[in-house]
């Protein structure tokens, strides 16, 4: 516990109060039609991820889906182990809400980035490459 005394008032925080936790992302995106221009435009989108936008991410399996022996090269978690079933893994807490936050950032960024694709190459011209200009038509 943490107190503090200001003009004869005292408050005081919990210790043990779990810290706030959010994911903050900026992507700066420079505008390819002034590309060389020093003045280069550059956008930039910022995205906030949180407990009241982003669920905490499951860790394991659901428990309503049995353990199964994973295929060979398979390396996601599977709950069975060559022996037997493995315990489940715990679930909650602020490092599944961590892994929920980076899940939908990576979804976020996913979208916006092929959103700057698509308009990129709406507006860009056709490209040759000098393979197809120096081929001859057939007769």
């Not at 408050?11 to 959010?22: E, K, N, Q, R």
């Not at 994973?70 to 315990?87: I, R, V």
């Not at 056709?126 to 038509?137: G, L, N, W």
Request: aromatic share 6%; hydrophobic share 30%; with cysteine.
């Amino acid at each position: 516990m943490s107190t503090s005394n200001n003009n004869n008032t005292t408050t005081a925080a919990s210790l043990d109060a779990p810290p706030v936790v959010f994911l903050r992302v900026q992507y700066e995106v420079p505008d390819l039609a002034d590309a060389g221009n020093p003045d280069q435009t550059i956008t930039t989108k910022q995205s906030f991820f949180d407990a009241s936008n982003c669920p905490a991410a499951t860790i394991g399996r659901p428990p309503s889906i049995k353990p199964v022996k994973p295929n060979p090269g398979d390396y996601s978690y599977s709950g069975m182990h060559d022996h037997g079933p493995l315990p489940f893994p715990k679930e909650g807490g602020q490092l599944a809400q961590i892994i929920g936050f980076v899940d939908e950032a990576k979804k976020a960024s996913d979208k916006y980035l092929t959103e700057v694709i698509e308009k990129e190459k709406a507006h860009a011209p056709p490209v040759k490459t000098e393979a197809m200009q120096h081929k001859r038509k057939r007769k």
